[in-house]
């Protein structure tokens, strides 16, 4: 099991955030709990997180990976449950994407 965070930098306020995701719930929040995030901040899934508690995480043992590949891994997990690997979760995504046209083209 492993907590990855992403390289997103989205202003809020005056901080600066980014996601925090897991391969399961309960070792997200055991990682939020770790690092000092509240609750509040988890999202259907993932965590939104400032840059201070992003290095506590990732000094913490988390898996840095790309924005692009942390909301590839998202969207597979809430098609089919689980969370892909982030080397291939751009893949799977564009594969997903794809099937879907091509159905979406064949109903018409």
Do not use: S
């Amino acid at each position: 099991m492993t907590v990855y965070v992403d390289d997103m930098r989205a202003p809020y306020g005056r901080m600066i955030m980014c996601h925090m995701i897991a391969d399961t719930e309960a070792e997200l929040h055991a990682m939020a709990d770790r690092v000092g995030v509240a609750r509040r901040w988890h999202h259907r899934g993932h965590y939104n997180i400032c840059l201070e508690r992003r290095a506590r995480a990732v000094a913490a043992g988390a898996h840095e990976i790309t924005k692009r590949q942390a909301a590839a891994m998202m969207a597979q997990r809430r098609a089919g449950g689980r969370l892909p690997p982030p080397a291939c979760a751009e893949l799977l995504f564009r594969l997903a994407k794809r099937a879907r046209r091509a159905q979406e083209g064949e109903a018409a």
